[in-house]
């Protein structure tokens, strides 16, 4: 399994809940959990954090995840990254799953 944690961090509550709502309306998590090799796509808030936005990623391969990273719907997030602020961090680990 191929998982990506996500960080992104905005400079204010505001434009992190502009950024998630922008997703929303375009229903950005719905459809890249329906994309071939996609496990888990959710965002979540981080307590205590008001200018985080995090995102768990898990799909099958890799190579699953770098076709999920040229569809449209991928391009959009990069466009709402940029309209609201966000500074993105990464982490990247390969798991397998126990049970």
Not at 6 to 27: H, Q, W
Not at 84 to 91: H, L, S
Request: glycine letters at 8%.
């Amino acid at each position: 399994m191929y998982q990506l944690f996500v960080t992104y961090v905005f400079d204010s509550k505001d434009k992190r809940d502009g950024f998630y709502a922008r997703l929303e309306e375009n229903n950005i998590a719905r459809i890249c959990a329906g994309e071939k090799g996609c496990i888990t796509y959710k965002y979540f808030y981080p307590c205590g954090e008001d200018n985080k936005l995090f995102l768990l990623e898990q799909w099958e391969t890799k190579a699953d995840q770098r076709v999920h990273a040229k569809q449209p719907h991928f391009a959009l997030i990069g466009g709402f990254k940029d309209e609201f602020g966000a500074k993105v961090e990464f982490e990247i680990m390969n798991a397998e799953r126990i049970g």
